[in-house]
C-alpha cells in the first residue's frame, strides 16, 4: 500500500557537507583515545559535572551526561563505548563520532501515536515535539551487541527501561517480545552550535494502551495524535520538530502506519542500513 509523503517545512539547517572519510575502528581510536574498547565500563573522563562545556544546564540532565553510549563503525559494529557528552559534542561529531540510538514509535488500539515534547532541561534538542521515547542503548551487560540479534534485543532492553524512565510505563506495559524492529537510520544532525546527534537509530514499533507518568525533567508534554493530526501539527509554524523524526516521517512512517494492523510483517527486521546523511 502506498501513501502520500507528507513534506515537513522545518527541517533545520543542515553545515555544509564535508567530505566523507570512513568511519573505522582504527580512525575513531586514533581520533577519540578516550573511548572505553571495553564496553562495560565509563570512560576514565575527568567528571563531565566539572567541565565547562556542561556548566549552567539542569543538574539531573547533566549527570545523565555520564552515561555511556556505544561507539560504532559505519556498519553498525561496536567500537567501545563514551560518555554521552563526548558523543553529543558537535566537535566530536564532526571528525566521525558515531553510536546506537533507538526511536521507539507507541501506539495506542486506536492507532493513535504517542507523542513528547521533549522538556526544557534537555541539553539537546529542548522543547521539540518528537516520537514517543528517542535514546541510547547503553555499554552496559544486555544492551550491547555486535551481532544483529543481540544488538536488537539490547535496544528492546534499553527500549523499556527509558520508557520507564521518561513516561512512566510500566515494564509489564510494554514486554520486549511485542517491540517490532523495523529498521535502521544513519543520520546526523546539529541541536545547536555545541551540541548535536549522529547515530545509527534503531526504529521500533510497538502497540500498547499504557499508564503514564511523565517524568518533568525529561518530558514537557505529551499528545496522542492520528495521522491527520500529525499532519496538521507539521503545518504550524511554531511547533519545532526534531530532526531524526522529521526524517522518519518525510520517508517511511505514514506508509508503516497505514499497515499497522495489517501487513507491516514485510516491513520488519531490515539488514539494510538507510542512509539519511
Not at 572519510?21 to 573522563?45: K, S, Y
Not at 526511536?103 to 486506536?110: G, P, T
Not at 555486535?146 to 520507564?164: D, M, N, P, T, Y
Not at 520538530?241 to 522529521?246: A, D, E, L, V
Request: with cysteine.
Amino acid at each position: 500500500m502506498s501513501s502520500a509523503t507528507t513534506v515537513v517545512t522545518s527541517t533545520p539547517s543542515q553545515p555544509q557537507q564535508r567530505q566523507h572519510q570512513p568511519i573505522t575502528a582504527d580512525r575513531v581510536l586514533h581520533l577519540f583515545p578516550e573511548v572505553d574498547t571495553g564496553l562495560a565500563h565509563r570512560t576514565n573522563n575527568n567528571d563531565s559535572r566539572q567541565e565547562d562545556d556542561l556548566a549552567g544546564y539542569d543538574a539531573e540532565q547533566v549527570r545523565l551526561m555520564d552515561e555511556v553510549c556505544i561507539v560504532l563503525d559505519e556498519n553498525d559494529m561496536p567500537i567501545g563505548s563514551a560518555d554521552k557528552k563526548t558523543c553529543h559534542l558537535m566537535k566530536n561529531i564532526d571528525r566521525g563520532l558515531l553510536h546506537r540510538a533507538f526511536s521507539v514509535f507507541l501506539f495506542d488500539s486506536k492507532n493513535r501515536l504517542l507523542l513528547q515534547q521533549r522538556a526544557s532541561e534537555k541539553i539537546t534538542f529542548p522543547d521539540m515535539w518528537t516520537n514517543t521515547c528517542c535514546s541510547h542503548p547503553l555499554g552496559i551487560p544486555g544492551e550491547t551487541g555486535s551481532e544483529f540479534e543481540a544488538a536488537i534485543q539490547g535496544v528492546r532492553r534499553a527500549a523499556q527501561r527509558k520508557l520507564g524512565h521518561e513516561l512512566g510505563i510500566k515494564a509489564a506495559q510494554v514486554p520486549l517480545d511485542q517491540f517490532h524492529f523495523l529498521t535502521r537510520i544513519h543520520y546526523k544532525a546539529p541541536s545547536d552550535g555545541k551540541w548535536g546527534e549522529h547515530e545509527i537509530d534503531y526504529i521500533l514499533f510497538i502497540k500498547a494502551d499504557v499508564d503514564l507518568d511523565v517524568n518533568p525533567n525529561e518530558v514537557r508534554d505529551v499528545r496522542y495524535v492520528s495521522e491527520e493530526d500529525l499532519r496538521s501539527m507539521f503545518g504550524r509554524a511554531d511547533l519545532p520538530f526534531t530532526p531524526w523524526f522529521q526524517l522518519i516521517c518525510n520517508t517511511m512512517l505514514f506508509e508503516w502506519w497505514q499497515n499497522l494492523d495489517g501487513g507491516l510483517e514485510r516491513f520488519k527486521r531490515e539488514t539494510e542500513i538507510r542512509r539519511m546523511l
